[in-house]
């Protein structure tokens, strides 16, 4: 694998390095890539590993991992934890698809504990001359402002743009299950956001 990012967050006086690194698959539609995450934290004045997903996660498309410009950490709490967030995107049939995967260090390990989607048009199949009408949604995600329930506060996802050429707005509130290790909501989603298990 190659270096791809490096973030650096601070947690009251520590500093933690967050990396991420990026190697190559097969040159195809569905082959993806594979992407690295590795967490140092700041003890006294040195860093120690805190955890990584051993060799990376399979990502992407066409044999290309998500690029830097897709990786990001944000904060899963107010008390300055944070975790990775990598944006992917998929097309199929002039539709494409976009979900937040979120990657957190749990005992050592780098575990997915949550894939949102943040994205769904269908651009390429619809218009004038077809029958189905135009979507353009998009989806920004927030951490919940009535505080955490857990380790991991709840993320509210608002969902924003025009559904069928009409303007729409939802807001969905996504809670992390501590069994499950996992985020995932019982609120309305729109169809369009049914697509991506």
């Known amino acids: 694998m190659r ?3 490096l973030e650096i967050k601070t947690s009251g006086s520590k500093l933690q390095l967050f990396f991420s690194a990026t190697a190559s698959g097969e ?3 569905a082959c993806p890539g594979r992407i690295g995450l590795i967490l140092y934290k700041q003890k006294g004045e040195s860093f120690v590993f805190e955890g990584d997903n051993g060799e990376g996660v ?3 498309s066409w044999g290309i991992a998500p690029t830097p410009d897709n ?3 944000m904060a899963i709490n107010e008390k300055g934890e944070f ?3 990598v944006d992917e995107s998929y097309g199929n049939h002039g539709k494409i698809e ?3 995967v979120i990657f957190a260090s749990i005992s050592g390990s780098v575990d997915k504990i949550g ?3 943040i994205g769904s048009s269908n651009s390429g199949a619809c218009g004038p001359e ?3 009408k135009c979507t353009e949604l998009n989806g920004l995600l927030a951490l919940d402002p009535e505080g955490a329930e857990s380790e991991y506060q709840s993320l509210i996802l608002h969902i924003f743009g025009s559904m069928k050429e009409q303007p729409f707005y939802q807001r969905v509130r996504y809670s992390f299950d501590v069994k499950k290790q996992d985020y995932s909501t019982i609120d309305y989603l729109p169809e369009e956001f049914l697509a991506v298990p």
């Open 3 to 5: 270096p791809a990012e």
């Open 27 to 29: 040159d195809c539609h």
């Open 58 to 60: 399979e990502m992407g």
């Open 71 to 73: 990786v990001s950490v």
């Open 83 to 85: 975790a990775w967030r």
């Open 98 to 100: 976009s979900t937040s």
């Open 115 to 117: 894939k949102i989607q």
């Open 130 to 132: 077809v029958a189905e």
